[in-house]
C-alpha cells in the first residue's frame, strides 16, 4: 500500500488553492472543472498531494457524514506539516497571506524549530525545521 493524497473538503476550492500557493509558495498541479465549477484542485508536494475538494463532492462522496472544516471555533485535531530552513521568515509570509498564527516559532528540546498557524478554511498547519537524521 501506498500512502496517496490528503483531502481537505472546503467551500472554496479555488480561494483555498490560491492562499496555499501564496502563503506557502506551493505549486498547482491538477485543477478538475466541470460546467464553469471547480471541484477539486491539487497542490504538488513531492510524492503526495494536497487535494482541495468541494463541499459538494465531499457531500457526494459522504453524505453528512464528516466534519466540516472550518476557521472557527478549536481546530479538527490533525495537521497538515511544512518544513523550511527557516520557520520564522515562512510563517511571517504565511501570515501575511492571511494564515492565523497559532504559536510563533520555537525551539523544542530535540532542536527542531516548530510554528504553528490555521490557513484560512480552517486546517491547522504545523511549519518546522527539518529533523537531523
Known amino acids: 500500500m501506498k500512502f496517496g493524497y490528503v483531502l481537505i473538503y472546503v467551500e472554496d476550492v479555488l480561494g483555498t488553492l490560491a492562499f496555499y500557493e501564496k502563503a506557502f509558495g506551493l505549486e498547482r498541479g491538477m485543477v478538475y472543472e466541470e460546467e464553469g465549477v471547480v471541484d477539486y484542485a491539487e497542490l504538488k508536494t513531492g510524492e503526495t498531494a494536497i487535494g482541495f475538494a468541494s463541499l459538494a463532492l465531499g ?3 459522504l453524505g453528512e457524514k464528516y466534519e466540516r472544516v472550518s476557521p472557527k471555533g478549536n481546530p479538527v485535531g490533525m495537521e497538515l506539516v511544512f518544513v523550511d530552513e527557516d520557520v520564522e521568515t515562512a510563517t511571517n ?3 501575511e497571506h492571511g494564515a492565523e498564527l497559532i504559536a510563533k516559532p520555537i525551539e523544542k528540546p530535540w532542536g ?3 510554528s504553528y498557524v490555521r490557513s484560512i478554511e480552517g486546517t ?3 511549519i518546522c525545521s527539518p529533523m537531523d537524521a
Open 124 to 126: 491547522l498547519i504545523e
Open 93 to 95: 509570509k504565511a501570515v
Open 59 to 61: 457531500e457526494m462522496n
Open 112 to 114: 527542531q524549530t516548530v
